[in-house]
């Protein structure tokens, strides 16, 4: 089936440094990915809608200027923690859409100390 | 928005049937009831979706009630393997529509 692959699996950064997240899709096109964010014992929540060749919709509370995404292809997306602090610790995690199912990537362990 | 609701824990024995529902009773007609799981520390993994028919793959069986307010997914004989959270998502089928999670089923499979 379908792969998503998202790099790197885990992070530590230090608090106001900016971190990246790739997330590839490795065998179809993905106009649409999506970034969530999952802390520990909770669901994962959506986060932002990242659209090739267009700006991400992000959603409700989640700051834009924070989680910076990037969309440049129709293989990749970008997710940047900018300015991180140690409440951006989380479990990240990308998918994409095939025709019918979302496929996810392993998912991104930020740890910002 | 998760417009799903399901049992927060269930056990099941390994090799039993584990028999997970799920109530969506504001599903629109033109959208799916999809399932995937979340092992520890991993992205989820796609289950099975129907529409209205129940379908069957080689993971799992999917139950639809008649009136689509309601499903069950069914592992048919549980391994330890399958311990995990369990995700039931209602979802148009159009490839930029989001899924949302909901809080899920922590399925844990006794030995």
């Known amino acids: 089936g379908a792969v998503v692959s998202q790099h790197p699996s885990w992070v530590i950064c230090k608090s106001g440094t900016s971190v990246k997240i790739e997330c590839r899709s490795l065998?179809?096109?993905?106009?649409?990915m999506f970034w969530y964010r999952q802390f520990p014992k909770q669901s994962l929540m959506l986060m932002a809608t990242?659209?090739?060749?267009?700006?991400?919709?992000?959603e409700q509370g989640v700051e834009k200027d924070k989680f910076l995404i990037n969309h440049a292809s129709l293989t990749l997306s970008t997710l940047t923690v900018t300015s991180a602090h140690p409440e951006d610790s989380s479990f990240y995690i990308c998918s994409a859409t095939g025709p019918s199912e979302a496929f996810f990537g392993q998912g991104t362990r930020l740890t910002v100390v | 928005d998760a417009k799903t609701t399901q049992p927060p824990s269930m056990d099941c024995a390994e090799g039993r049937a584990a028999n997970l529902p799920c109530n969506h009773s504001t599903i629109s007609g033109n959208e799916y009831v999809y399932w995937y799981r979340q092992i520890h520390s991993q992205g989820p993994q796609y289950i099975i979706h129907g529409l209205k028919n129940n379908e069957t793959n080689e993971m799992a069986s999917l139950i639809i009630t008649e009136d689509r307010k309601s499903s069950t997914l069914i592992l048919p004989h549980a391994t330890l393997r399958d311990t995990a959270v369990y995700y039931c998502?209602?979802?148009?089928?159009?490839?930029?529509?989001?899924?949302?999670f909901g809080t899920g089923t922590s399925l844990t499979v006794i030995p």
């Open positions: 998502i209602v979802r148009a089928a159009n490839t930029g529509n989001q899924f949302y």
């Open positions: 065998d179809f096109q993905a106009t649409t």
């Open positions: 990242s659209n090739e060749g267009s700006k991400a919709t992000y």
